[in-house]
């Protein structure tokens, strides 16, 4: 207590170089707050916008040169020349051990194939996509966007997009008719319409049940891949290597593999964000270290006094480190405050501009601890070249020429 009762007086008595150098360190602090909660909300909303509402991994039949019946994958062939992509048979079997992996969220199969909306002779492309709807919808959350009509795919229920129902004047329980490539058409009946925030999808994509597509594209027992979502999105491309693995003859895709210029962005900001971080606590390293080096000159005489009265080399050298703490656990509490109030700041900002806020800023409680516990880490070692210097001060040097 004592050495810490003097340290709070040496730096009572500085009072203007103390206040500096708090500012110092709070601005720091403030920055890096401010800094690295815009950044990781940043990067989460470009991979939420990117890859939120689609799969994580997909699962599709290797491609092979040859047509093989291995391990549930059937690759079949047209004369001696073999389809562009295999399909999964016996997929029930491969989703029940898929299910009981606890790091993924969603698995979802899906039959996929290509068809036209016709309506008046004129024919729109759609990808016809046959899944089992409440597993689909943990992906693409469906149900949350059905903009008129009812959340149903059983029998021949299709759900549609507002895009292509705009273009054909096209209603929740009205009819439309599909034409496969082969000439083969069908009627049925829109139960839903979707918005899926995207032109395209909202245009080209039609959702029915996965049994109707099997029976409408002559797939019984097959689908065209199973789609997978991820509890940690960055580990995608380890799970798809152990699910590849487990999974022999099958072709195991992640997002990563995709999305290489998306990733080669976020890893940009974030060495960004960690540059401009390492150069906020050099500074206030700095500033602290100095501020303390001035102290020492200025109360050596004091100092003197004090190991002239017996206080140790040890106990002297522990007063500068307490000021340090001192400074940064103060300075950081300061920092956090105006860190958040910077945040909130942005936020108001966005929303006067566009009504709502660009995108969610998370103020993460986890990563303002680690930052205030840098900032004591900082204090307490950026006071130990003053303390070792004041420690090493003789006491009848330093009276007499004081």
Same mark, same amino acid.
């Given at each position: 207590m004592l050495e810490l009762k003097i340290g709070i007086r040496f730096l009572k008595e500085g009072r203007m170089q103390t206040i500096l150098i708090l500012l110092g360190i709070s601005a720091g602090v403030a920055v890096q707050v401010f800094l690295g909660s815009l950044i990781t909300s940043l990067q989460e909303d470009l991979i939420n916008r990117t890859i939120g509402t689609s799969p994580h991994i997909t699962i599709a039949g290797a491609k092979h040169g040859q047509a093989s019946l291995r391990d549930g994958i059937s690759i079949s062939t047209s004369g001696n020349i073999p389809l562009e992509r295999a399909r999964l048979r016996n997929y029930q079997q491969i989703v029940e051990q898929l299910d009981k992996n606890d790091s993924l969220t969603a698995v979802s199969p899906v039959v996929s194939g290509s068809g036209f909306v016709t309506k008046s002779g004129d024919n729109t492309p759609v990808t016809i996509r046959g899944v089992s709807i409440e597993r689909a919808d943990r992906i693409?959350?469906?149900?949350?966007? %059905?903009?008129? +009509?009812? !959340? /149903?795919?059983?029998?021949?229920?299709?759900?549609? *997009?507002?895009?292509?129902?705009?273009?054909?004047?096209?209603?929740?329980?009205?009819?439309?008719?599909?034409?496969?490539?082969?000439?083969?058409?069908?009627?049925? %009946?829109?139960? +839903?319409? !979707? /918005?899926?925030?995207?032109?395209?999808?909202?245009? *080209?994509l039609v959702f029915m049940d996965i049994k109707r597509a099997q029976s409408l594209f002559e797939s019984i027992n097959y689908v065209s891949q199973i789609e997978l979502q991820v509890k940690d999105v960055f580990a995608a491309d380890a799970i798809a290597l152990d699910i590849s693995a487990s999974l022999p003859d099958t072709s195991v895709n992640n997002w990563k593999d995709e999305n290489a210029s998306l990733l080669t962005a976020l890893r940009s900001q974030s060495s960004s964000s960690y540059t401009i971080q390492a150069f906020v606590v050099a500074a206030v390293a700095l500033g602290i270290s100095s501020v303390l080096a001035v102290s020492v000159v200025q109360k050596s005489k004091e100092i003197g006094i004090l190991k002239a009265m017996g206080m140790r080399p040890r106990s002297i050298a522990r007063v500068f480190l307490l000021?340090?703490?001192?400074?940064?656990?103060?300075?950081?509490?300061?920092?956090?405050?105006?860190?958040?109030?910077?945040?909130?700041?942005?936020?108001?900002?966005?929303?006067?501009?566009?009504?709502?806020?660009?995108?969610?800023?998370?103020?993460?409680?986890?990563?303002?601890?680690?930052?205030a516990a840098i900032a004591l880490v900082?204090?307490?070692?950026?006071?130990?070249?003053?303390?070792?210097?004041s420690a090493g001060l003789e006491p009848i040097e330093v009276i007499r020429n004081g």
């Open positions: 693409y959350d469906i149900k949350n966007r %059905i903009s008129e +009509g009812r !959340f /149903d795919v059983s029998g021949s229920n299709v759900l549609i *997009g507002t895009s292509l129902a705009k273009e054909y004047g096209l209603e929740a329980g009205g009819s439309v008719t599909i034409r496969l490539p082969s000439g083969v058409s069908s009627d049925f %009946i829109i139960s +839903g319409i !979707f /918005d899926l925030e995207s032109e395209a999808l909202n245009e *080209g000021q340090g703490a001192l400074l940064g656990t103060v300075g950081s509490a300061i920092g956090i405050v105006l860190g958040i109030i910077l945040i909130e700041g942005f936020i108001f900002g966005t929303s006067l501009q566009s009504g709502e806020p660009t995108f969610a800023i998370r103020i993460r409680p986890l990563a303002i601890t680690g930052i900082t204090g307490t070692l950026s006071a130990l070249i003053p303390a070792r210097r």
